[in-house]
């Protein structure tokens, strides 16, 4: 190859002051050629063409993402951005064409712009949400990048080329360093939008979610009284108090977050869905009042009001379900701080809302059920009046039968328990207590074992010996409930008898017109006009009456004021598991459980006080307890004769079947003598009751033992009777259990119990389960 007639080869020749070539500088340019270096040829590089705000290094590659990245912190980030180290070579490659810059290529995925198009419940979000918005959409644009080959360029090519290169840095420095500066501004703008319109909102946001707890704290309530009408509403403000948290937190959060906050979404639209189910439910409780008019076969039935409660319920309970699921799927480190607190209280209310919702649409269900349809359905009530105490609750003076025929109400008769009685053809010898003030057993009696579901059943044994008529079941009001519909309903005129009936005088002038007042050979007629008068007037209750019956309904039952017994076992174990069948307990650990009976004492139980005290000691597992029963007959001067009579009371006192009776101090031991002999030839047809034997000769009930013995107090008097016995290995280790159950009917205004260092003492309302850690 020939060489050059010059020492270098030259693209552009050098010309002199006239434009002519200039041969001697050729002449004195060896002939040097500068190659880069062999590692770094053929090698691909990534030159960022167009500069942006949302990158400021290429220092530090993009992760590889799956997700959308939105921003966690912008003044964090602004703020990390200027303090953070400058390569200037780095900085030239962003606004060059070329440069000498060699890496590795970092490929950069094009993120989707995130659009938000969801309306927030408050119209202040809208200006934050839109700025988070843009500065998504910026932060998604990432540059093109463009591959170059590096070439060979040798040193002599550098004359007026690289002048050049320098002034086009020069120049196009300026427009990459304006952006920049105005990206600055745009931050700093959206910064402050931030801090007066977001973060500014800190305390309202906090008190939001709180207000968001607070609504669903008062929808539970509402559903445990069943006012579901208010609970829709509590729902639905719930939900928009909610959606605006959850509308905020999702706009600012990252990627990673993104099912979090889906799930936050779906949180407050399920509330709404709830909300709306328990609105359905309140209307379902509005026809209730017509399924109390006997006969009519053109209203719906119980069945089909019921299957619309419970349907709603079902819904609503599925939403709240899900809102529990949604709930555990959530990183609680993904709320703000301000607003965790309300979160963590969202988590722990949910559950008791699924519980009362799902609570409310079984008793739906077994309301249904218990009515029936097809076919017809009898069950037999109980009006016991604790004013003279019986196990079960109280005497039965009346009683009533209510008769359902394809779900609905077909006919309810009330009558005097004395008619029923005196139709009984073989006599049955009464329980030994009751043997001085009556010759043979009834229904009136009956009641007699504290396990409400052995009482039923020798009950439904009376009746169909004395009627002929099988009853499905056993149902006892006490009159507290009747009290408490006439709360909401007002009072009922009762004409005839020339008496205005009231939740105050109810108890008292029903008695006074049956002692006293009344035909003596129908005492319970006037009970037999009421209850007529009762169910009219429920007949035209309205919907937020019907609210609140229902409320009451659920509270005497609650206090074992209303005990229910089905021969059917699926009812049956519904009403157990409820805790309304008034079983004895059969769990394990300790037990006591203290019944009265008032014998020929008239009405004075409601004029008497009772308190009890019991207190445990230990030796080695042995339990030994001192249980203290005290009654005071506040009677002597009342205005009805009835209160002011001797209370006779006959105690029994339940405990767990190993229990060894150490003494009883302070009873009564009175001279009472049967009435007959029923030993004598002459009554040799009188029967004898199977349970009630084996009861007596035993002195076991229900698999507890008993202890009895008598407890009288004169008016004006107070008497206290003392009861010590042992419990052998009460102890599990250091941890005793102990459950006191409550007589129905019988008012316990001072319960005290002491164990160690433990002092339990306040009014004894229901069962009482107790557990002790001892040191």
């Known amino acids: 190859m020939q060489k050059p007639p010059h020492g270098a080869l030259f693209d552009v020749k050098p010309v002199d002051d006239n434009g002519s070539v200039d041969i001697a500088r050729m002449n004195a340019v060896q002939a040097v050629v500068n190659l880069s270096s062999s590692s770094h040829r053929n090698k691909k590089i990534f030159v960022q063409t167009t500069p942006s705000i949302s990158s400021l290094s290429v220092k530090k590659s993009l992760p590889r993402q799956s997700k959308i990245t939105q921003p966690k912190d912008f003044k964090q980030e602004f703020e990390s951005a200027l303090n953070e180290a400058t390569d200037l070579q780095i900085e030239l490659a962003k606004f060059s064409q070329t440069h000498q810059f060699v890496g590795r290529p970092r490929y950069r995925p094009i993120l989707p712009t995130v659009r938000v198009t969801q309306t927030t419940p408050f119209p202040e979000f809208d200006v934050i949400l839109t700025e988070i918005n843009r500065s998504r959409a910026a932060a998604a644009r990432v540059p093109e990048m463009t591959a170059m080959i590096a070439l060979a360029t040798p040193v002599a090519s550098q004359g007026r080329r690289q002048e050049t290169r320098r002034q086009t840095i020069s120049r196009s420095k300026w427009k990459p360093t304006l952006r920049f500066w105005l990206g600055l501004v745009i931050v700093a703008v959206v910064l402050a939008i931030l801090a007066a319109s977001g973060w500014g909102l800190k305390q309202r946001l906090t008190a939001r979610g709180n207000s968001a707890v607070a609504d669903l704290q008062n929808a539970k309530t509402d559903l445990e009284n069943l006012n579901f009408d208010d609970a829709a509403k509590d729902f639905t403000s719930a939900y928009q108090r909610f959606a605006s948290i959850s509308s905020f937190i999702a706009a600012l959060l990252g990627g990673g977050t993104v099912k979090s906050v889906q799930n936050l979404v779906k949180i407050g639209k399920l509330i709404s869905d709830s909300g709306a189910a328990m609105a359905q439910a309140a209307k379902a409780l509005a026809e209730a009042g017509s399924l109390f008019t006997p006969g009519d076969t053109a209203g719906p039935s119980i069945s089909s009001v019921m299957l619309k409660l419970q349907t709603a319920l079902a819904i609503s309970y599925a939403d709240i379900s899900d809102v529990k699921a949604l709930l555990a799927d959530i990183d609680a480190s993904i709320i703000p701080e301000d607003n965790r607190a309300a979160f963590e209280q969202l988590s722990a209310l949910v559950p008791t809302i699924e519980q009362v919702v799902g609570r409310g649409a079984d008793y739906a269900k077994f309301f249904a059920d218990a009515t029936g349809q097809p076919g017809t359905h009898r069950y037999l009530l109980l009006f016991e009046n604790s004013s003279e105490l019986r196990p079960t609750g109280g005497f039965p003076g009346s009683y009533g039968v209510v008769t359902f025929k394809d779900g609905k109400l077909a006919d309810f008769f009330v009558d005097d328990v004395y008619n029923l009685d005196g139709q009984i053809k073989q006599p049955v010898i009464p329980p030994v207590p009751l043997q001085h003030i009556t010759p043979d057993w009834g ?295 102990l459950y006191v159950q409550k007589q129905p009917g019988l008012v316990v205004k001072n319960f005290s119990t002491t164990v160690g260092n433990f002092i339990y003492d306040a009014p004894l309302e229901k069962d009482l389960p107790i557990k002790v850690e001892l040191p």
């Open 443 to 737: 229904m009136r009696d009956a009641n007699w074992f504290a396990d409400f579901p052995t009482s039923a059943r020798v009950i439904e044994d009376f009746y169909f010996k004395e009627s002929g008529q099988r009853v499905d079941g056993v149902i006892t009001i006490n009159p507290s409930l009747v009290t408490d519909i006439l709360k909401v309903m007002g009072p009922i005129s009762m004409s005839q008898y020339s008496l205005t009936l009231n939740a105050d005088n109810f108890v008292t002038t029903i008695q006074n017109q049956i002692e006293y007042v009344a035909d003596r050979a129908q005492p319970k007629q006037v009970m037999k006009d009421f209850v007529p008068l009762l169910i009219a007037k429920l007949r035209s209750a309205t919907s937020d009456q019907w609210l609140a019956i229902f409320n009451s309904i659920i509270a005497n039952i609650d206090k074992h004021a209303v005990l229910m017994y089905f021969n059917n076992l699926n009812l049956e174990t519904f009403a157990a598991d409820q805790g309304f069948a008034g079983q004895v307990y059969q769990g394990s650990g300790d037990y006591v459980m203290p019944v009265i009976s008032n014998i020929k004492g008239s009405k004075t139980d409601v004029v008497t006080d009772t308190s009890l005290a019991l207190t445990t000691e230990f030796n080695s597992s042995d339990a030994l307890h001192t249980l203290t029963i005290t009654r005071t007959h506040n009677g002597g001067n009342e205005k009805y004769a009835f209160y002011n009579k001797q209370n006779p009371a006959y105690v029994r006192v339940l405990v767990p079947a190993n229990a060894e009776l150490v003494g009883i101090q302070g009873d009564d031991n009175p001279n009472f003598k049967p009435i007959i002999n029923y030993k004598t030839a002459s009554f040799n047809n009188f029967t004898i009751n199977d349970t009630l034997a084996k009861f007596e000769s035993t002195g076991m009930e229900a698999g507890k033992k008993e202890f009895q013995f008598w407890l009288i107090v004169d008016p004006g008097k107070t008497k206290t009777v003392t009861v010590t016995y042992r419990i052998p290995k009460a102890l599990d280790g250091d941890i005793y259990n």
